[in-house]
Nanobody, 126 residues
Framework: QVQLVESGGGLVQAGGSLRLSCAASGRTFSMSTMAWFRQAPGKEREFVATILDNGGRSAYADSVKGRFTISRDNAKNTVYLQMNSLKPEDTAVYYC???????????????????WGQGTQVTVSS
């Protein structure tokens, strides 16, 4: 069983930056593709970014490309989401997700992820 705990959310003005962290338990973190999703009020959860188990490749939703960066530190069992040039439409609860280990590849659908954190709120004011 993998447990994920997000942190780093908060209130920021438009144009500002935040860095989210997701700490994972268990010894299989380095073998799992990780991702960030988000859910805005009244909307479905949507894909934000994903990164391979070894950090060698990543992918982003078009809406955040060029502004957000996903990274991971397998020695610390942590995945990050650096968010720059934030916009009010980035306001959402951000969730960290992990695939089952050993199933490598980049995945964009929430149904491909087995483990989820509790979420952290990001609010961007205009």
């Amino acid at each position: 069983q993998v447990q994920l705990v997000e942190s780093g959310g908060g209130l920021v003005q438009a144009g500002g930056s935040l860095r989210l962290s997701c700490a994972a338990s268990g010894r299989t973190f380095s073998m799992s593709t990780m991702a960030w999703f988000r859910q805005a009020p009244g909307k479905e959860r949507e894909f934000v970014a994903t990164i391979l188990d070894n950090g060698g490749r990543s992918a982003y939703a078009d809406s955040v490309k060029g502004r957000f960066t996903i990274s991971r530190d397998n020695a610390k069992n942590t995945v990050y989401l650096q968010m720059n040039s934030l916009k009010p439409e980035d306001t959402a609860v951000y969730y960290c997700a992990a695939r089952q280990p050993f199933y490598s590849g980049l995945y964009y659908d929430e149904r491909d992820y087995a483990y989820w954190g509790q979420g952290t709120q990001v609010t961007v004011s205009s």
